[in-house]
């Protein structure tokens, strides 16, 4: 059974900086994307960035030049290193990894930027 595991969440300050990272197990083939989403209060949840197997990367335009995805395909691990926070960027964040037509997730990790 494939089981994601995300850690780094926490409280920053705008302007600080943290690193997200997602521990996937439990998949016997290497996932095609493995990405964060996020979810605000009162909103839907929303595509952060996300990174394929052929290192191929689609960010949020409300984060790119701020934000970092980044792959270790060998230990199937995704990052997600974010600078210059800004009090919207507080969501919780989640992890994603597709593996054919099936999407997974994480249980959901929370930022909160303070401003």
């Known amino acids: 059974q494939v089981q994601l595991v995300e850690s780094g969440g926490g409280l920053v300050e705008a302007g600080g900086s943290l690193r997200l990272s997602c521990a996937a197990s439990?998949?016997?083939?290497?996932?095609?994307?493995m990405g964060w989403y996020r979810q605000a209060p009162g909103k839907q949840r929303e595509l952060v960035a996300t990174?394929?197997?052929?290192?191929?990367?689609n960010y949020a335009d409300s984060v790119k030049g701020r934000f970092t995805i980044s792959r270790d395909n060998s230990k199937d691990m995704v990052y997600l290193q974010m600078d210059s926070l800004k009090p919207e960027d507080t969501a919780v964040y989640y992890c994603?990894?597709?593996?054919?037509?099936?999407?997974?997730w994480g249980q959901g990790t929370q930022v909160t930027v303070s401003s």
């Open positions: 994603n990894a597709k593996l054919a037509y099936t999407a997974y």
């Open positions: 439990g998949s016997r083939f290497r996932f095609n994307a």
């Open positions: 990174k394929t197997i052929g290192s191929s990367t």
